[in-house]
């Protein structure tokens, strides 16, 4: 769980770094996303290493596959909740709990 909240502090704080940097904190404007390919890139790649830090702590933690499941549904349920309360008090988003991390109307 130590493992989960740290790195939802790392992700958390990137994601802040770059929606400043590119001045789109706040996802309710108009096309929240930033819409440099390279960025985009490492938008995706960010994502995708977070599943492979995540799926690691779970293999290393558990002996066997549904443990291995276990520990990696455990983490990641972890980093999911800090990493949205930490950006809440970072920059005040999610503004409820209930809100879409991207709005799907700007997706299409």
Known sequence: MIFAAAMAWMESAAVFYLRSLVGRIDPYQ???LPMAAPLAACELIR???TMVLLTAAGWLAGRRWWGRF???AAAFGAWDIWYYAILK???GWP????DWDVDRAHLN
């Open 95 to 98: 503004r409820t709990w209930l």
């Open 89 to 91: 008090w970072l920059c």
């Open 47 to 49: 994502e995708l290493a």
């Open 30 to 32: 108009a096309h929240p």
């Open 70 to 72: 276990g520990f990696f």
